[in-house]
């Protein structure tokens, strides 16, 4: 005896459509967003626009890009992308008048951080800003720029030809 049993049409509209959506996950195209790139060498204090800066598509979520209208806090080279980290977002990150002085950076330092400088011999606490990172390339000098008043300048500086000096990097 023969036993009619209906069609699984649930079951095959179910399996068309797990393979459908595997296929359109698989094969669709990734998402792209408008980052810019520098058209010419790029200095601190430049404002990221269509005069020195170009538009282009990179997939979303590769580069954190910069947007126009933002203050640069750091030099980009001509066909980098400039990226969030390079600006200031219009805020001045080293006061006026301050002076710049090379030494030996935490990991993770970046600009804007707020430092404590000790001069290792007298204990004296100068407090200073990231003017600029260490490379983080294995091969070049690890030193980084720090800001720091007028006043303690002469000071600071002969600590840290000295290497009497350390450095501290705040947390938040």
């Known amino acids: 005896m023969l036993w009619f049993q209906p069609t699984p049409w649930g079951r095959w509209a179910l399996a068309l459509l797990i393979a459908a959506v595997a296929l359109y996950v698989e094969l669709r195209p990734d998402a792209i967003v408008e980052q810019p790139f520098a058209t010419t060498d790029l200095v601190p204090g430049d404002v990221v626009d269509d005069m020195n800066s170009e538009k282009r598509a990179v997939p979303a979520g590769v580069l954190d890009g910069a947007a126009f209208g933002d203050v640069l806090s750091r030099p980009v080279r ?95």
């Open 78 to 172: 001509s066909g980098d992308p400039v990226l969030r980290s390079d600006v200031g977002l219009g805020i001045e990150v080293v006061p006026t008048g301050w002076w710049e002085v090379s030494v030996t950076l935490p990991q993770g330092a970046d600009i804007g951080d707020q430092v404590r400088l000790v001069l290792l011999d007298t204990g004296r606490e100068v407090g200073g800003v990231v003017a600029h990172p260490g490379s983080d390339d294995p091969f070049a000098a690890a030193d980084g720029g720090v800001a720091i008043p007028p006043e303690s300048s002469a000071e600071v500086a002969l600590a840290a030809a000295e290497g009497r000096l350390a450095v501290l990097i705040s947390t938040g």
